[in-house]
T-cell receptor, first 112, second 113 residues
Framework: GDSVTQMEGPVTLSEEAFLTINCTYT??????LFWYVQYPGEGLQLLLK?????DKGSNKGFEATYRKETTSFHLEKGSVQVSDSAVYFC???????????FGQGTELSVKP | KAGVTQTPRYLIKTRGQQVTLSCSPI?????VSWYQQTPGQGLQFLFE???????NKGNFPGRFSGRQFSNSRSEMNVSTLELGDSALYLC????????????FGPGTRLTVT
C-alpha cells in the first residue's frame, strides 16, 4: 500500500544552520505531496505542496522538490530560526479522495 | 476568512461513555475529513464527508462514526469509549478542486479515563 517514511527525529540545529528533513514515499499512482508543520498545542498548518513530478513547492524559506525517480520530497531551508522549532509531517494524497497519508513526523529543535 | 474551528478543545470522558466532536469548515469548503493523532500510531485518517455523504473511510471500528450537515459542518461520534481512544482528533476542510489541499483545525484533545 501507499506509505510515507520520514527521517527520525529529533533534529537539533543551531540558529542559521541549513535544514534537511528527508521524506520518501511509496505510491501506486501519482499523488500530490505535502509538508505540514505542527507547533506545540496546535493543529497542522500546510507549509508547501507539489502536485506533479519536478514541481518545487516553497513557502516561508522552505522548499521541497517532487522527485519521482527517487520517490522523495525532502524539505530544506537555508537558515533556520528558533521560531521554526516544531514537528514537520510529510504526506501524500490522491486527488480523488480526502485521505492524507502521513509520515511519522520529525521534531525539529532550533537553539539560539 | 475564518479558519477551521473545532469544539470542544478539550474533553475528559470515562470508559464506556460516548462523545460527539464538532467541526466547522472554512466558508465555501464542502469536504471535511477527520484524523486521529496519537503518539504511537501517528496521524491516521478516519473518514471524509462531502455534500453530506461519506466519501472515504479509514480502517477504524464501527464505534467511530460521523455525519455532515447541509451547511458543511461535521460531527464525529465515538461510542463505548476505550482508553485507547485518547487522542487529538483533527478536522480538516478543503475545496473540491485539485489538489484538494486540506486546512486543519486546532483539534479536540480527548482523554478517556
Amino acid at each position: 500500500g501507499d506509505s510515507v517514511t520520514q527521517m527520525e527525529g529529533p533534529v537539533t540545529l543551531s540558529e542559521e544552520a541549513f535544514l534537511t528533513i528527508n521524506c520518501t514515499y511509496t505510491a501506486t499512482g501519482y499523488p500530490s505531496l505535502f509538508w505540514y508543520v505542527q507547533y506545540p498545542g496546535e493543529g497542522l498548518q500546510l507549509l508547501l505542496k507539489a502536485t506533479k513530478a519536478d514541481d518545487k513547492g516553497s513557502n516561508k524559506g522552505f522548499e521541497a522538490t517532487y522527485r519521482k525517480e527517487t520517490t522523495s520530497f525532502h524539505l530544506e531551508k537555508g537558515s533556520v530560526q528558533v521560531s521554526d522549532s516544531a514537528v514537520y509531517f510529510c504526506a501524500l494524497k490522491y486527488n480523488q479522495g480526502g485521505k492524507l497519508i502521513f509520515g511519522q513526523g520529525t521534531e525539529l529543535s532550533v537553539k539560539p | 476568512k475564518a479558519g477551521v474551528t473545532q469544539t470542544p478543545r478539550y474533553l475528559i470522558k470515562t470508559r464506556g461513555q460516548q462523545v460527539t466532536l464538532s467541526c466547522s469548515p472554512i466558508s465555501g469548503h464542502r469536504s471535511v475529513s477527520w484524523y486521529q493523532q496519537t503518539p504511537g500510531q501517528g496521524l491516521q485518517f478516519l473518514f471524509e464527508y462531502f455534500s453530506e455523504t461519506q466519501r472515504n473511510k479509514g480502517n477504524f471500528p464501527g464505534r467511530f462514526s460521523g455525519r455532515q450537515f447541509s451547511n458543511s459542518r461535521s460531527e464525529m461520534n465515538v461510542s463505548t469509549l476505550e482508553l485507547g481512544d485518547s487522542a487529538l482528533y483533527l478536522c480538516a476542510s478543503s475545496l473540491a478542486v485539485v489538489p484538494y489541499e486540506q486546512y486543519f483545525g486546532p483539534g479536540t484533545r480527548l482523554t478517556v479515563t
